[in-house]
């Protein structure tokens, strides 16, 4: 199946952990996001990359740090874990950075982390 | 930067009827408005969107009005049903950077 996907879809952890958070998409897409969604299913940005760059990052802690090894994949990690980082963080793919045409964004299904 | 927001946060409709949601954004640059249906469990789904130049959009049930003097943008759903439940996001887009508004959970009664 062609799509965005993330692993783990549900996280549980104790504050002060790390965690990773893993996406990979097969859209052939150059630009990926994560995004933060928290108990109000409000939905923020948090980075962008296209094509392995850094193209946005919101002001988030840098507890937390993206990682793109490919186009096909950007991965979040998180340090010292907190209980606020608790949220669904989704994943998100479009084929360029902008609003060209044909250019939606794409959302995982999204990783339920909760720190307890 | 950009902020939208979005009203109702909750919206309750009887199946049949329509339903609508609006968005005010504050970026007269953004240029690019989505709409995402988010069914529970699962992440944001595109379900129209429309572009600054362009005034109203259609694709079935589902409609999409745009007033950029304004800077307000809405959302129609007609005939609803309750597959229609869920929580919707509008969003203004300008480039690279996307501005969610904080979303409405729409019910739909049977």
């Known amino acids: 199946d062609t799509a965005v996907s993330q692993t783990p879809k549900y996280l549980v952890t104790q504050m002060g952990n790390d965690k990773s958070i893993k996406c990979e998409q097969n859209l052939g897409h150059d630009t990926m996001y994560w995004y933060k969604q928290d108990s109000k299913k409000f939905l923020k940005i948090m980075f962008s990359y296209n094509n392995k760059e850094l193209i946005i990052n919101e002001t988030v802690p840098n507890r937390f740090s993206p990682k793109s090894p490919d186009k096909a994949h950007l991965n979040l990690h998180i340090n010292s874990l907190e209980l606020g980082d608790s949220a669904v963080y989704f994943c998100?793919?479009?084929?360029?950075?902008?609003?060209?045409?044909?250019?939606?964004?794409?959302f995982g299904p999204g990783t339920r982390l909760t720190v307890l | 930067g950009e902020n939208v927001e979005q009203h109702p946060s909750t919206l309750s409709v009887q199946e049949g009827d329509s339903a609508v949601i609006k968005c005010t954004y504050s970026?007269?640059?953004?240029?690019?408005f989505p709409w995402y249906k988010q069914e529970l469990g699962k992440g944001p789904q595109l379900i129209i969107d429309i572009r600054s130049n362009v005034g109203e959009k259609k694709d079935q049930r589902i409609a999409v009005t745009l007033n950029k003097t304004a800077k307000h943008f809405s959302l129609h759903i007609t005939e609803t049903q309750p597959e229609d439940s869920a929580v919707y996001f509008c969003a203004a887009r300008n480039n690279n950077d996307m501005r969610f508004g904080a979303g409405t959970r729409l019910t739909v009664k049977p």
């Open positions: 998100a793919s479009s084929l360029l950075p902008g609003t060209r045409k044909n250019n939606e964004q794409f």
């Open positions: 970026d007269s640059a953004s240029n690019y």
